[in-house]
């Protein structure tokens, strides 16, 4: 499952909220209890989705490009090829170190993902982007039960659907 809080960053000016999405064990408990696929279609090479698929949560990876996984308990993706209409696609990861599962030091890792990482992706820095970021985050279940280390990040455009990669779109 994943866990839904909005927050305001707060090295950000203008109106831009980050949403953050946590996982939690749920998810790793449904897939082999036969819940979504374990992962979609994946070209062999690029290891980019080639196929429409819903899949666990935990197989999300870098690059994949999504519908809108909304906000609550979650515990699956709809991904699709990035050619394709999507609402999220995932441009970073950020690998936490073991230790005490903290939201405080989650959140601010998180930050990670409207810096330096999100200017090299757009091509501008967040503050002059119009683009948002959610972030999918480790839960305390998720932290204890699945080991899940991973922050990641996640470009969305307000505007609505894209057909594409936002790499580079310097807006």
Same mark, same amino acid.
């Given at each position: 499952?994943?866990?839904?809080?909005?927050?305001?960053?707060?090295?950000?000016?203008?109106?831009?909220?980050?949403?953050?999405?946590?996982?939690?064990?749920?998810?790793?408990?449904?897939?082999?209890?036969?819940?979504?696929?374990?992962?979609?279609?994946?070209?062999?090479?690029?290891?980019?989705?080639?196929?429409?698929?819903?899949?666990?949560?935990?197989?999300?990876?870098?690059?994949?490009?999504?519908?809108?996984?909304?906000?609550?308990?979650?515990?699956?993706?709809?991904?699709?090829?990035?050619?394709?209409?999507?609402?999220?696609?995932?441009?970073?990861?950020?690998?936490? /170190?073991?230790?005490?599962?903290?939201?405080?030091?989650?959140?601010?890792?998180?930050?990670?993902?409207?810096?330096?990482?999100?200017?090299?992706?757009?091509?501008?820095?967040?503050?002059?982007?119009?683009?948002?970021?959610?972030?999918?985050?480790?839960?305390?279940?998720?932290?204890?039960?699945?080991? /899940?280390?991973?922050?990641?990040?996640?470009?969305?455009?307000?505007?609505?659907?894209?057909?594409?990669?936002?790499?580079?779109?310097?807006?």
């Amino acid at each position: 499952m994943m866990k839904s809080r909005t927050r305001r960053a707060l090295v950000l000016t203008g109106s831009a909220v980050a949403v953050s999405l946590a996982l939690t064990g749920c998810s790793a408990i449904n897939s082999i209890l036969g819940g979504g696929r374990a992962d979609a279609d994946r070209d062999e090479e690029t290891g980019q989705v080639t196929e429409s698929a819903n899949i666990d949560v935990f197989s999300v990876k870098l690059g994949d490009c999504m519908l809108e996984t909304g906000s609550g308990m979650l515990t699956d993706a709809n991904v699709v090829p990035c050619s394709e209409p999507h609402d999220e696609e995932v441009f970073y990861e950020i690998k936490m /170190d073991d230790g005490e599962y903290s939201e405080d030091a989650i959140s601010a890792a998180s930050e990670e993902c409207i810096g330096d990482a999100y200017t090299s992706f757009v091509g501008v820095s967040y503050q002059d982007s119009a683009l948002d970021v959610t972030t999918l985050t480790p839960s305390q279940d998720s932290w204890e039960q699945a080991n /899940d280390r991973v922050i990641q990040c996640i470009i969305v455009d307000p505007a609505g659907q894209v057909e594409g990669s936002l790499k580079g779109a310097a807006r």
